[in-house]
């Protein structure tokens, strides 16, 4: 079984800083591409930014320049750094990873989600 567990969301200031963290975890042959989502109240889950295993990076344009991915291969785990939050950035933030598992000795790549982390922006 694999898991990915988030970390690092919270309350913060307009204009503040967080830094979300996910840890993948379990039965893993490899990690392809992580990313960040986010879904706010009443809204559908939008991409926020991605990774792929070599390290190219994604973003969508409203959040360019103030946020940074990154990603720990050694430690299986994705890094979001989010700068000059804005209110309508509350919501909560999940963690994708495209992970390839060995299953009876075949490779297989399976999409897998973490448990969401709540972000909110407020003064």
């Known amino acids: 079984q694999v898991q990915l567990v988030e970390s690092g969301g919270g309350l913060v200031q307009p204009g503040g800083s967080l830094r979300l963290s996910c840890k993948a975890s379990?039965?893993?042959?490899?990690?392809?591409?992580m990313g960040w989502y986010r879904q706010a109240p009443g809204k559908q889950r939008e991409l926020v930014a991605a990774i792929t295993s070599g390290g190219s990076t994604n973003y969508t344009d409203s959040v360019k320049g103030r946020f940074t991915i990154s990603r720990d291969n050694a430690k299986n785990t994705v890094y979001l750094q989010m700068n000059s939050l804005q209110p309508a950035e509350t919501a909560v933030y999940y963690c994708n990873a495209d992970i390839t598992r060995r299953r009876i000795g075949v490779l297989r790549k399976y999409d897998y989600w973490g448990q969401g982390t709540q972000v909110t922006v407020s003064s």
């Open positions: 379990g039965s893993i042959f490899s990690i392809n591409a």
